[in-house]
């Protein structure tokens, strides 16, 4: 396989979403739209169902700044799950999509991505990073947002389920 800038980029998504799958294993689904409780006390950081959620969302974003199809976004995903939305302890699953239909679209978009950065030529990832601000300035390229989007972004986030998972009593993954 040649060493292409979307397969570099490609083997560390493939990475995360490898640790993501053994760290969804044993989660309860009645308690994936929950804060974790330790001790008695609600712990107010994302829970798994928000994790994932969020995550979903940059499949869509990576291949359409690739200029490349994705798959549809489901009804009420983004304004549940973007960047500036605030994840919410829900006890009566009354606010997030089913932890399974989150799950569901978190692996298609993902195998989606991965099989497209594999296929993208590197001139692809030359273009200017389309986002302004820090981000633009951390990220000019679509080369290096990309990495960032499926190396650092996924496991800082994967890392805030691995801390749910312990605090819930459950074993590393």
Not at 92 to 101: L, Q
């Amino acid at each position: 396989m040649q060493r292409t800038t979307g397969n570099i980029i490609a083997d560390s998504l493939e990475s995360a979403v490898s640790y993501a799958d053994r760290l969804r294993q044993d989660i309860p689904h009645i308690e994936a739209a929950r804060f974790a409780r330790l001790g008695g006390q609600m712990v107010s950081s994302n829970h798994p169902c928000f994790i994932f959620g969020h995550l979903s969302l940059y499949p869509p974003k990576v291949l359409g700044q690739l200029e490349q199809k994705s798959l549809p976004i489901p009804a009420g995903f983004e304004e549940a799950f973007d960047k500036t939305a605030t994840c919410q302890d829900d006890p009566n699953h009354t606010v997030y999509p089913s932890f399974d239909e989150v799950l569901a679209f978190f692996s298609a978009g993902h195998k989606k991505l991965i099989e497209t950065l594999r296929g993208t030529p590197n001139e692809a990832f030359d273009h200017p990073n389309p986002a302004e601000g820090p981000l633009a300035e951390r990220f000019p390229t679509l080369s290096s947002v990309h990495a960032f989007y499926c190396g650092g972004h996924i496991m800082s986030h994967l890392g805030q389920l691995s801390a749910w998972r312990r605090m819930q009593g459950l074993p590393p993954a």
